[in-house]
């Protein structure tokens, strides 16, 4: 369940997120600025679970401002703007994946702390603190590692709504609109994903055993193509 403050912090923002929006739709100069700084690294994190890939991450969030900034004028103050660009960031994200089963092309993303940059991601949430002794962040920064893994192992769907509920806070109403599912599918994505990261996280705590990133959850979560 959410934290109703966040629920409630989340629709003041949404309130002041849409004064921004008709703000870009007027034309008004700086407006698109700020609505980029809004929501630039949300979008990132959300695409790059989905994808997997940092790069074609920061394409595809490019791609969604572009389009967003081509559809200012058609944007309706009655509808969620959280709703309404992340919307466009699932569709952009699965459109990816889908030319990628068609090309047969399987792009292997390494696991943080191999030779690559953090970037803004679910790692970030749980980053380890200057303090303390080098042995106990070397465990703090094992332990971010494996739960970056064990998300990345869900299936898109349940990376998806986990990332949607727990760090942005949305109802399972908006996370359904978003995903083109019902309330029920929703909320049994949403124990699936959270049965599949139980069960990988206590087995890396009780045995050391990390998840596998090359094989996703086997769950029947997937649906049609995505407009």
Do not use: C
Request: hydrophobic residues 35%; positive net charge; proline residues 5%.
């Amino acid at each position: 369940m959410n934290d109703p403050n966040t629920s409630q912090n989340r629709i003041i923002a949404d309130k002041a997120e849409k004064e921004v929006m008709a703000a870009v739709g007027a034309d008004i100069p700086d407006a698109f600025e700020k609505l980029v700084v809004l929501y630039q690294k949300r979008v990132y994190q959300v695409i790059y679970q989905m994808v997997g890939n940092r790069e074609e991450a920061e394409d595809l969030t490019q791609e969604l401002f572009l389009r967003l900034f081509k559809a200012r004028k058609t944007y309706r103050p009655d509808y969620l703007l959280s709703t309404w660009i992340f919307t466009i960031a699932h569709n952009l994200a699965m459109n990816l994946i889908r030319d990628r089963r068609r090309t047969k092309t399987h792009l292997v993303q390494a696991p943080i702390g191999h030779g690559q940059t953090s970037r803004p991601g679910l790692a970030d949430h749980t980053a380890i603190s200057p303090e303390g002794t080098p042995s106990a962040q070397m465990r703090s920064l094992e332990l971010s590692q494996v739960v970056q893994e064990a998300i990345q192992s869900l299936t898109e769907d349940q990376r998806l709504a986990i990332v949607l509920n727990k760090f942005e806070a949305m109802s399972y109403q908006q996370i359904a609109q978003i995903m083109g599912r019902s309330e029920s599918a929703v909320k049994s994505i949403l124990s699936r994903a959270r049965t599949n990261l139980k069960d990988q996280l206590e087995a890396y705590l009780e045995t050391g055993t990390r998840p596998s990133t090359t094989k996703k959850s086997q769950s029947p979560d997937a649906h049609g193509p995505v407009p």
